[in-house]
């Protein structure tokens, strides 16, 4: 690493890289529901490890397939499916004590809003798709894209000079 360079930073939406001329914003996610948030990402593993393996799988016949749906494989499965681990050590102890919600706070560049309404399309898309049996993966539930959205919304109003806006909702998906 160069002198003056930032080492790259861990966020929520994947690895970035910083260049110590852009600035960081700090994002303040409060209320942070812990079992919704397992529960979130459990499913988003879910459904990108099985992105991951369509990508990779040879003998993948995508004739017979939609196009978006190659399009998201490869967006999802390829360029998503190898992303690094989240910084989840924090996360992951508050679960542990059994505690019912945490404040987080992030440091990221202002490019991150970018991703983070890319990856909310993105994962709309491949809802669909799980909807339509194209996939093993079940959709998502309905307060798990509505937490997706509080908390992909928050980076945007943030970096954007709003105030935090705690999470209001349940506090985990019901039992079925």
Same mark, same amino acid.
């Given at each position: 690493?160069?002198?003056?360079?930032?080492?790259?930073?861990?966020?929520?939406?994947?690895?970035?890289?910083?260049?110590?001329?852009?600035?960081?914003?700090?994002?303040?996610?409060?209320?942070?529901?812990?079992?919704?948030?397992?529960?979130?990402?459990?499913?988003?593993?879910?459904?990108?490890?099985?992105?991951?393996?369509?990508?990779?799988?040879?003998?993948?016949?995508?004739?017979?397939?939609?196009?978006?749906?190659? =399009?998201?494989?490869?967006?999802?499965?390829?360029?998503?499916?190898? !992303?690094? %681990? *989240? #910084?989840?050590?924090? $996360? &992951?102890? /508050?679960?542990?004590?059994?505690?019912?919600?945490?404040?987080?706070?992030?440091?990221?560049?202002?490019?991150?809003?970018?991703?983070?309404?890319?990856?909310?399309?993105?994962?709309? =898309?491949?809802?669909?798709?799980?909807?339509?049996?194209?996939?093993? !993966?079940? %959709? *998502? #539930?309905?307060?798990? $894209? &509505?937490? /997706?959205?509080?908390?992909?919304?928050?980076?945007?109003?943030?970096?954007?000079?709003?105030?935090?806006?705690?999470?209001?909702?349940?506090?985990?998906?019901?039992?079925?």
């Amino acid at each position: 690493m160069n002198e003056g360079e930032i080492e790259p930073k861990e966020s929520p939406l994947g690895r970035y890289d910083v260049d110590a001329h852009d600035g960081l914003h700090e994002v303040h996610l409060l209320n942070v529901p812990l079992r919704l948030l397992a529960s979130s990402r459990e499913h988003h593993d879910e459904v990108m490890r099985e992105f991951a393996m369509i990508a990779l799988d040879e003998t993948f016949d995508s004739a017979h397939t939609p196009g978006r749906f190659i =399009e998201l494989i490869d967006i999802l499965g390829r360029r998503y499916g190898a !992303a690094g %681990a *989240r #910084p989840d050590a924090e $996360v &992951d102890a /508050a679960l542990e004590r059994g505690d019912a919600t945490i404040d987080l706070v992030y440091h990221v560049p202002e490019h991150i809003t970018e991703a983070a309404q890319q990856l909310d399309v993105l994962m709309g =898309e491949a809802d669909e798709f799980c909807r339509q049996q194209h996939m093993l !993966a079940l %959709a *998502r #539930p309905q307060l798990l $894209v &509505d937490f /997706a959205r509080w908390y992909l919304d928050e980076f945007t109003r943030q970096i954007n000079g709003e105030k935090p806006r705690p999470w209001d909702g349940p506090l985990e998906v019901p039992a079925a």
